[in-house]
């Protein structure tokens, strides 16, 4: 199995950008598919953005596309998510979840029951 430890959350000021790291130990990290989602107060968890592994395809939420970049350095065993142009409303704890198996395609990935390691989170305040 793999733990999965979030940093780099904080307060920022609107149109500000942050890099959340998520780093992984354990299994082989290359060997997960690997994925951001978000949760915001009083609502759901939502996906934010997926990278597979060998070919570093990614998934993305259509509404984030364009401001949140995803990205994986497998011989760090670290996660990156790169946020630009923050809004209030990306308000929210930030998760980064593993999964040893997910089929191709952005319905698959989107989904948070297909993985099966997440770690604690970590807030993320856009303030206007």
């Known amino acids: 199995q793999v733990q999965l430890v979030e940093s780099g959350g904080g307060l920022v000021q609107l149109g500000g950008s942050l890099r959340l790291s998520c780093a992984a130990s354990g299994r082989t990290f290359s060997l997960y598919a690997m994925a951001w989602f978000r949760q915001a107060p009083g609502k759901e968890r939502e996906f934010v953005t997926a990278i597979s592994t060998n070919d570093g395809l990614t998934y993305n939420e259509d509404s984030l596309k364009g401001r949140f970049t995803i990205s994986r350095d497998d011989a760090k065993n670290t996660l990156y998510l790169q946020m630009n142009g923050l809004q209030p409303e990306d308000t929210a704890v930030y998760y980064c979840?593993?999964?040893?198996?997910?089929?191709?395609?952005?319905?698959?990935?989107?989904?948070?029951?297909?993985?099966?390691?997440w770690g604690q989170g970590t807030q993320v305040t856009v303030s206007s």
């Open positions: 979840a593993a999964s040893t198996f997910i089929p191709t395609g952005n319905f698959y990935f989107a989904a948070a029951y297909n993985y099966e390691y």
